[in-house]
């Protein structure tokens, strides 16, 4: 998981209904209800289980504040489970009510007092009347206690009698407004403990990809590897994936991370120290590693298995939930394994074994090609010459579509520049939005001259392709300067390459790029010969240096929709079960003060903060996963609540916690007059922070943007 934890107390902003402490959702409540309505055609249940859930994570804070409250014998006149107006409820004495009661000590009956002994005696006895009114309020989700002469939005409502909250002893209001804090940790180690008896899926720390000059590319780790403990500390279970991210992410920037790992495919314990940095493109510190996938196709339905096939038709060869089990002859049993292959292929066709579950062997071929390796943000070079532009999608029904681009076009020119690269490509459509433009193709081997409007987005020119280079065609596109000082031009047409001194009739042949990419890895280091068709001199390149550099930035890739690769986290004891609850919540516990202190110093982006409106379709989705999964969320979610919950900032039961302490040091509390400003600063700052998380960060992830 990412920081998109709630790391606001968006729920915790207290308005004053009637009197007494009053838990809203604010502003996120409307949305998040819009959000269940808006799901609630797919599934009822499922949003009632998100909801129902994310207000029991409030609901047991306040009971904690409640509990609590009644042990020091604080009058407690309700305790309501959800919010709004009273639907029903019980109290001692009064029985079983719907609609709105009166609540506090039960007033005097002067009708009562005035019948005589005798006339008393021939009368039932009534009841006593319980202090607390048990309601159940319209809206069930979350709650709140009404405790005597306590308002946090209001502090000059006190009380003088005995039972109320202002008259108790400072160490019991401290015990009393911490305890919804313990109650929160208390929750989310029971939830964790069962989750983890149960037994949860999550991604183990194994490599799926290295970045090219990453930390983990320069300190030597590889796809496959498994990371098993972080900085010698091994947790109970296995190593998480997540916690392999959070332990860059949340980190300082040059802080060393010492990492031990299992190499690929061995058992060996190898150690690795190496430190986090910001990524090219920006974001959290990172590695500069990806999870690893698994052999598995996803099962899909007919329908979405021909929308996946019309995008790729590569996809059509490979069965729906089959499992990949060897290539091109040589048995794979994991990523890390067939990985290797993939590299191997070097652009040739590859030949794929797979089985269903049920026993079922199936054949199917497929090609890898080159592709840039995370963290390169451009396309690099091969040899300083770029293959020619080619299109990989035509989004439906948009301008290119209209055009009549269609996906295999090969790009020839646009406007006046012939033979563009990937960038002066995209320029020339962001240069021309509204405008025509003449677009020249190879659709086989036929040259088409296409008129393109690029359609307008944001000012910019937008015509809906998806680019990537033609290697299957050893063309030149676009050149570097230093190639082109060497005569190369942009239409050559590569066709040998090897080492200076050999013969040209015994060059090793390029059908592709591929070859050629094979070739400079074989001859690195030396000095090469590079021939072109209607060229007599070939062109001699020394295959060292930056021109070595830009090939490590390529990978093979094949486009294979897989699963992640998944691992049963279980304890098969309670013992071992609640011990990794407590792991588990204190390693979160940790983890959401790094985020703060990430905040601080700016390693962690303020678009990583989100509040109860973007954590809710993120539990809608976990629902989709599995209950035990839904109750994972809501243990982080009880842990979030409880680390922001009590930090020192005013209307957060840590601000109030302060305000003891000074009252401690003082001798007597801090006037109304201060208390008032403090407190109004604090619901400004809070209601300004939440509505910045709102607007910027959540509703954008919440309508999918």
């Known amino acids: 998981m990412t920081t998109r934890q709630v790391q606001l107390t968006a729920h915790k902003l207290q308005r004053n209904l009637k009197r007494g402490r009053v838990m809203l959702f604010s502003i996120g409540l409307p949305l998040v209800l819009a959000y269940s309505l808006a799901t609630a055609a797919g599934s009822v249940w499922k949003s009632l289980l998100v909801l129902i859930g994310f207000g029991s994570v409030i609901f047991f804070h306040e009971l904690g504040h409640f509990l609590a409250a009644k042990a020091f014998r604080v009058r407690c006149d309700v305790f309501a489970v959800g919010i709004g107006p009273r639907l029903c409820g019980w109290r001692k004495g009064a029985g ?58 209001d502090p000059a409502k006190v009380s003088e009698d005995p039972a109320s909250f202002g008259k108790k002893p400072i160490w019991q209001r401290m015990v009393i407004i911490s305890a919804g804090v313990t109650m929160n940790i208390l929750f989310a180690i029971v939830v964790f403990a069962i989750v983890f008896r149960m037994g949860l899926e999550v991604q183990p720390a194994i490599i799926g990809s290295v970045a090219y000059n990453s930390p983990a590319q320069k300190a030597g780790l590889h796809v496959g590897d498994e990371i098993i403990s972080i900085n010698h500390k091994k947790p109970r279970g296995f190593l998480e994936f997540p916690d392999l991210q959070m332990a860059a992410a949340l980190g300082s920037l040059g802080q060393t991370i010492n990492l031990q790992y299992h190499p690929n495919g061995s058992q060996q314990i190898r150690d690795v120290s190496l430190k986090a940095v910001i990524p090219p493109d920006g974001g959290l510190l990172a590695i500069g590693v990806a999870s690893a996938p698994s052999l598995n196709i996803p099962p899909m339905s007919k329908s979405n298995f021909q929308k996946l096939v019309k ?51 199936y054949h199917s071929t497929g090609k890898a090609t080159l592709f840039p390796r995370g963290w390169v943000t451009s396309m690099p070079p091969i040899l300083g010459l770029y293959p020619r532009i080619i299109l990989d999608a035509v989004e439906s029904g948009s301008a290119g579509a209209k055009a009549g681009l269609q996906a295999g076009d090969v790009i020839l020119r646009i406007g006046t520049l012939t033979n563009p690269d990937v960038n002066s490509f995209r320029k020339s459509i962001e240069e021309n939005a509204g405008q025509n433009i003449a677009v020249e193709v190879l659709r086989g081997k036929k040259r088409i001259t296409l008129n393109c409007t690029p359609a307008s987005q944001s000012g910019k020119g937008f015509l809906g392709v998806a680019m990537g280079l033609d290697f299957a065609s050893p063309v030149v596109g676009s050149v570097s300067r230093p190639m082109a000082a060497l005569g190369i031009r942009p239409g050559s047409t590569l066709s040998a390459i090897g080492p200076v001194g050999t013969p040209v009739s015994k060059l090793e042949n390029v059908k592709n790029w591929y070859d050629l990419f094979g070739a400079a890895k074989k001859f690195n280091g030396q000095t090469v010969q590079l021939s072109f068709d209607g060229k007599s001199k070939p062109v001699t390149l020394p295959l060292r240096g930056k021109l070595m550099n830009f090939l490590q930035q390529y990978h093979y890739r094949i486009g294979l929709a897989l699963l992640p690769a998944m691992r049963v986290q279980k304890s098969h004891s309670v013992y071992g079960a609640v011990a990794m609850g407590l792991n588990h919540t204190w390693h979160w516990v940790l983890r959401t003060y790094s985020t703060l202190r990430g905040l601080g110093s700016g390693t962690v982006p303020a678009h990583e903060l989100h509040g ?63 208390q008032t400003a403090i407190q109004l600063v604090g619901i400004t700052l809070i209601a300004g922070i939440f509505l910045y998380v709102t607007i910027f960060n959540d509703l954008p992830s919440f309508f999918g943007h």
């Open 96 to 153: 079983f009510s719907f609609g709105e009661v009166e609540i506090g000590p039960a007033k005097s009956d002067a009708a009562t007092a005035s019948v005589d002994t005798s006339e008393a005696d021939g009368l039932a006895k009534k009841p006593e009347l319980g202090e607390t009114d048990y309601r159940l309020a319209w809206l069930p989700f979350g709650g709140y206690v009404r405790m005597l002469g306590q308002d946090d939005m």
């Open 311 to 361: 995008l790729d038709p590569q996809q059509a060869a490979f069965t729906p939930g089959c499992r990949i089990v060897a290539c091109d002859g040589m048995a794979v049993h994991d990523w890390g394994q067939l990985y290797k292959v993939i590299q191997a292929s070097n652009g040739q066709t590859m030949h794929f074994t797979l089985r269903s579950k049920h026993g079922k062997i």
């Open 612 to 674: 109860v409106v973007g954590i809710v379709p993120i539990l809608y989705e976990s629902e989709s996963m599995g209950n035990t999964m839904l109750l994972y969320f809501l243990g982080l979610i009880s842990v979030n609540l409880a680390v922001i919950n009590f930090l020192p900032l005013p209307v957060l039961d840590g601000g109030l916690f302060v305000m003891l302490i000074i009252e401690k040091i003082r001798g007597r509390p801090l006037s109304v007059k201060v």
